[in-house]
Each structure stands twice: as C-alpha cells, then as structure tokens.
C-alpha cells in the first residue's frame, strides 16, 4: 500500500544507492562555487529528485527515514563544498575555459535525463511557453551578472540589517540548488558578493565575530530555504508536474548556456579579445567538453534502466502527498 511504499521508498537499497546520494550531495555542494553547475539537475539524473525534495519537505514530519537519506547527500555537500574551494576553484583560475567545458558537456550530455519527463507529454501553448521562460531566466540572469552586476561588495563595517540581507541571500542559494538552471554563483555575482565571500573563508575567520556571523547567517537562510521551498516545489510538482518539468526543463537548458557566458568565462574571452585566443586551452576545453557530454550521457542511460522500476512509486506518494493537501 501507499503507507508502506512511503516508509521504504526513501531506503537506500544498496551500498550503491548510498554511493550515489555522496555523489548528489559532492554536485550540490560543487554548485555553489562552480558557475552554472546545477544539483538540482544532478539530482534528476541520478533519479533522487523526488527523493531529495520530499526528505527535504516532509524531515520533521519523517525525521528517522529522511535524515538516513539525507546523511550521504550531506556528507557529500560538504566534500563538495570543501573540495570546490580549494582544488577546483584553483583549477578554475588556471585553466578556466577548459574546466566549465567539462562541466559544460556534464551537464549538456544529461540533459536527456531532464527531458525523459516530459518528452511523451503532448506539447501545449502554456508548455511551450513555460520552456521558454525557464531557458530565459537563467540567461537573462546571467547577462544582468555580466553587464549590469553590482560592484563588488566588501564584508566590513556590518549592521544588523546586513545580518538579515545574508540570511535572505541564504536562503536565495537555497533555491537555486533546488531549482534546476539556476545559479548559486550567477546569483551571488549579480549581488556582487561572490569575491568577498570567497576570498574571506580562512584558517582566521574563526577569530573575527562579525564576519563569522555573515557565513552563520547564510547557513541558517539555507536550511530554512532547503526545507520550506523543497516542500513547496515538492506540492508544485504533485499538482502540475508536467508543467513544472518543462520549466525545470527550459531552466536546464539555459543554465548549459550560461555556463559558457557569466562574470567569470566573460573575463577569459575579454583576455583573448585582447591578447589572442589560448589555442591549447580552447582545444582541451572542446575535448573536454565532448568527454563530459559521453560520460553524463552512458550515465543517463544506465539511470534510465533503473528510474522506470521506482517511477510509479514516486507518482503514487506525491498523489498522496496531494490528497493530504486537499484533506486539509
């Protein structure tokens, strides 16, 4: 019955499974240092979404079950985290074209994950316009970070109302990872944050109480948001699904564009307007490029044979979750 696929469907059912909750959690973290690397879209691929937003939504509602899904995602998360900043992040300031090229082609390559959705669904005006509007977004997102970003902002001289402005910002990266396409990076850019942010993480930080607070504020915007909006996408979802997943598709999309024109990769092109174009990095980055695209792709294809055997489980809890809604 639907109690009982309830209680089990969050279950890793092998060593496997848990591997792959690491994995989410290592691209969820990734994504709020890396430009245009979307969790949430790993999350899909993976076959976890569903998963991921109703253990989010429903923690205290099922805290024993949810948190044992929650644990390898957020172990992950914070090798993700860790991992960007100091090894990937430095990889980006060495080479940066060639690194989003295998983000790029990661995410372009499972991007078929994303459309299995909705791919049999009859195409409608409201659908077509939603898939628009998701690849849209991101892209003019992207482009207000570039041309119109606010100056860099500096961590000094804070007030109380700068506390609350990183607890709203917190939970704006919340959804961002949530959310398909959209951007932790593109979004702290566009505030002009990002450089400060990252640059005052350190051994020191520690020591200085007022900055502290600033990254104590985000972590709490962000909890709150990963649970109170996971719930709210998650009862989107069981209402209008296919309508959201032409969003989610659209924002997808988009996000794949960005990765190749934000703040960052802008600079790289602007060097080779100027000094001429890094023939070798260009080359590595199309190789790398064509090689993320094939390994997220056999990745799809491997999921594609699993995901069917869960599907209707998944379909059956968010329509309970949509009567209990409708009881209400």
Not at 261 to 286: C, R, T
Not at 292 to 319: C, N, P, S, W
């Amino acid at each position: 019955n639907v109690l009982q696929q309830k209680d089990d469907f969050l279950a890793y059912k092998d060593k496997k499974q848990v591997f792959l909750g690491g994995v989410l959690g290592f691209f969820i973290g990734l994504a709020i240092i890396v430009p245009g690397v979307s969790g949430a879209a790993i999350a899909i691929i993976l076959g976890l979404y569903e998963k991921l937003l109703y253990s989010m939504g429903n923690l205290f509602k099922s805290f024993k079950k949810c948190i044992k899904f929650l644990i390898p995602v957020i172990i992950g998360g914070i090798i993700g985290f860790v991992g960007g900043f100091f090894t990937v992040q430095k990889l980006l300031n060495l080479f940066p074209f060639a690194v989003i090229a295998l983000f790029g082609g990661f995410m372009f390559g499972s991007y078929p994950a994303i459309t299995d959705k909705i791919k049999n669904q009859k195409r409608t005006a409201l659908s077509t316009f939603l898939f628009a509007l998701g690849v849209i977004i991101p892209v003019v997102i992207s482009l207000i970070s570039v041309f119109y970003g606010a100056s860099q902002r500096g961590l000094t001289n804070l007030r109380i109302y700068h506390y609350i402005i990183f607890l709203v910002i917190g939970y704006l990266i919340a959804i961002t990872q949530i959310i398909p396409g959209l951007s932790a990076t593109a979004l702290l850019m566009t505030l002009g944050y990002f450089t400060a942010l990252l640059n005052a993480v350190g051994f020191e930080l520690i020591k200085n109480v007022p900055l502290l607070m600033v990254y104590v504020c985000l972590v709490i915007g962000f909890v709150i948001g990963m649970l109170t909006f996971s719930k709210i996408l998650s009862l989107v979802l069981a209402k209008f699904e296919v309508n959201t997943f032409n969003l989610i598709a659209g924002l997808s999309l988009g996000a794949v564009v960005t990765m190749f024109f934000n703040p960052d990769i802008y600079e790289v092109y602007s060097s080779w307007h100027k000094n001429g174009i890094n023939v070798w990095e260009l080359v590595i980055g199309i190789v790398l490029f064509v090689i993320g695209m094939i390994l997220a792709y056999k990745l799809v294809l491997f999921e594609r044979k699993h995901v069917k055997i869960e599907t209707e489980v998944v379909k059956d809890i968010l329509e309970d979750d949509k009567q209990e809604i409708e009881i209400e």
